[in-house]
């Protein structure tokens, strides 16, 4: 009897044992230990390089926390402070886990050409290039090479006997090929081969995914593409039939129809830092909603919480659309201070006195979104006897550039302007006039490290005076 008590008593440590072994093995460091910290993160992304406008792939990212004993981890409920590729340059992101922070770059590319190809044979008159037979080669602006599918196609009805052109469209870039038409045929039968899955409610069948042949009198065949659709759309939820019709011939096929429904939501953050007691603006998120189709839409009656900045460092702010959540983050800092480590700067002077203007831009804004440049004094002469007849004067002009018109969004913005050697601070002051003509009050300057700083509300011309005290 003690010899088995003995023996279960040993299998019951045993067991005791492998459980607290299996558990401990199954979660996280910092879920196993409150006591021990992560000391600092370590990021890996898959892509050296990324197309402007596309955001990151979280699948590609690889986020591993290092712990004070000496142990990591791989952890996937981090926020990113951003993650959209806005500039053709190189994009900084941030990476916070648990109060510590890790950046990694991605190379913003665009399309330079595209090479198209057709692989197919003849298309009878009325027919259309099947999409399937083009071949699409993109070239980035980094040397690499993408093959895609996803490009749009004009003037892909063929219309004559002979050689017809295509026109492939890609990333704003295109190319041609030449299909050749034959005389069109009298179709005995059609036939339809569907092999998608299901769709949405109010979504199209993807061509790509249909197969239509036409048997013609002379026996021959033909894959079709100009065909119609009735009903065009999905309409129904469950088993929907749908007939396609070409020269007078129809056939029909079968489509499992489902309701639309959010997928997923992602969040770009695209304002700057925000000082303590400051809210993030609505207007510098923007979210993208996924739907189960694949389509994408841009919304704004979303809601965020946690938006408003209560300490120094870094904070996830979340939003929620329909129930369905993502988070961002963004910088606290102290109030008054503007991050200007992302900025415009260019060099003002009249001539006699030179200084330097400073706009301080979102994290993720590239600095070419802005131009400046030197006014001369004769065309302000007018403004400043309106202003202050006595003073001396610097006028320059802040534009924005063609291609980011939506930073015109992102106003206000902070001015940062230095002082010439020969103005003393104490007797400076900065004006906006928006047509040289008539001016706006003096701004509300204040003195920041020795430079005199304000808030501009719209690009346009500025000007630093000085009248001596």
Same mark, same amino acid.
């Given at each position: 009897?003690?010899? !088995? ?15 607290? +072994? ?60 951003? @993650? ?10 941030? &990476? ?10 991605? +190379? ?18 009325? !027919? ?22 996803? +490009? ?11 050689? @017809? ?44 995914? =249909? ?14 593409? @100009? ?42 953050? @695209? ?78 002077? !009249? ?22 440049? !030197? ?7 007018? &403004? ?28 206000? =913005? ?56």
């Amino acid at each position: 009897m003690k010899h !088995n008590r003995n023996k279960l008593s040993i299998l019951m440590t045993a067991t005791i044992f492998f459980m607290a +072994f299996f558990f401990v093995g199954m979660f996280p460091k910092d879920r196993v230990s409150a006591s021990t910290s992560v000391s600092y993160l370590t990021v890996e992304y898959a892509e050296s390089s990324q197309v402007v406008g596309t955001t990151i792939d979280t699948d590609k990212l690889t986020v591993t926390a290092y712990y004070e004993d000496n142990s990591s981890y791989v952890v996937t409920d981090y926020s990113l402070a951003n @993650n959209k590729i806005l500039k053709a340059e190189e994009n900084v992101f941030t &990476v916070v886990y648990l109060g510590k922070v890790a950046q990694f770059s991605v +190379f913003g590319k665009t399309v330079s050409s595209i090479s198209a190809f057709y692989t197919g044979g003849e298309v009878t008159v009325g !027919n259309s290039v099947d999409v399937r037979l083009v071949e699409c080669m993109v070239s980035y602006s980094d040397g690499s090479m993408e093959k895609v599918t996803d +490009f749009t196609v004009s003037g892909g009805v063929i219309t004559k006997i002979g050689s @017809n052109t295509v026109h492939i469209i890609y990333g704003g870039k295109q190319d041609t090929i030449t299909v050749t038409g034959i005389a069109p045929k009298t179709v005995l039968s059609l036939t339809a081969s569907y092999t998608g899955g299901s769709v949405t409610v109010g979504s199209a069948i993807d061509e790509r995914d =249909l197969t239509v042949i036409a048997v013609y009198t002379d026996a021959s065949t033909e894959t079709i593409c @100009n065909y119609t659709l009735s009903p065009a759309t999905v309409t129904t939820v469950g088993t929907q039939t749908v007939v396609v019709s070409f020269r007078g011939k129809t056939t029909t096929f079968t489509v499992e129809g489902v309701s639309k429904t959010i997928a997923s939501i992602a969040a770009v953050y @695209n304002g700057s830092s925000v000082s303590i007691g400051n809210s993030v603006k609505k207007t510098d998120v923007e979210v993208t909603v996924t739907y189960n189709n694949g389509t994408t839409e841009k919304v704004t009656d979303f809601t965020l919480s946690g938006a408003t900045i209560g300490y120094l460092g870094y904070h996830t702010v979340t939003v929620d659309y329909m129930g369905v959540t993502t988070q961002f983050t963004v910088l606290g800092v102290e109030s008054g201070a503007t991050d200007f480590s992302n900025q415009f700067s260019m060099k003002i002077s !009249n001539g006699k006195a030179s200084a330097t203007a400073a706009i301080a831009l979102p994290s993720n804004v590239s600095n070419l979104s802005l131009t400046g440049k !030197n006014v001369d004094a004769a065309q302000v002469k007018g &403004v400043m006897r309106k202003a202050d007849k006595n003073a001396v004067y610097i006028a320059f002009e802040i534009s924005v550039t063609e291609d980011y018109d939506f930073l015109e969004d992102h106003f206000p =913005l902070t001015l940062q302007v230095t002082i010439p050697s020969q103005y003393k601070i104490g007797g400076c002051s900065i004006y906006y006039t928006p047509n040289r003509k008539s001016v706006i009050a003096s701004m509300n300057t204040e003195v920041v490290d020795g430079k005199l700083q304000c808030t501009i509300y719209k690009a346009g011309t500025y000007i630093l005076a000085y009248s001596a005290q």
